[in-house]
């Protein structure tokens, strides 16, 4: 009897275990949705009485239950850069192809997902990165000016 007697507690554990949700929530009191023709709305809840939020040039940073949804982005690009700019193939294999029509020196750093530096090199116009020698994974290149970032891209090799 024993021996069935921890299968059966198993099994009806089975039916009754839930998994939590990801999705955010909150318990309130009362709370509220409204929307304009215009593409406006608002939304309320009752039980946060202060909540600031700091608006920047470009950020704004809030706090409190109700927060827009975050968006993560696996690249980077400066729209103020008005030059063209290729990295291929993406995925790749062995080499990875640098073109670029901007007439100045640029700089890339190689980094892996750990953010080590791998590689770094000045360029101007044209640039072959040999990667034969990495492992299949995920890196991140990232391209500047001698001012500012102009591109962050994943790379990824097989």
Do not use: C
Request: no cysteine.
């Amino acid at each position: 009897m024993k021996y069935f007697t921890l299968p059966l507690l198993f099994l009806s554990l089975n039916f009754t275990v839930h998994a939590q949700s990801l999705q955010p929530s909150v318990i309130a009191l009362s709370g509220g949705f409204s929307s304009l023709q215009n593409g406006s709305s608002m939304s309320w809840t009752v039980g946060e009485p202060v909540i600031h939020t700091l608006p920047g040039a470009n950020f704004t940073l809030t706090q409190g239950f109700q927060q827009p949804l975050l968006e993560v982005t696996t690249s980077y690009y400066d729209p103020a850069f008005n030059y063209n700019f290729l990295a291929f193939p993406n995925p790749l294999q062995f080499e990875l192809r640098l073109e670029t029509d901007y007439p100045e020196d640029l700089r890339y750093f190689l980094y892996d997902v750990s953010g080590n530096v791998l590689r770094t090199h000045k360029f101007k116009q044209e640039e072959t990165l040999d990667l034969r020698t990495f492992p299949a994974g995920v890196y991140v290149l990232k391209v500047m000016t001698l001012e500012k970032t102009i591109r962050s891209i994943l790379i990824e090799k097989f």
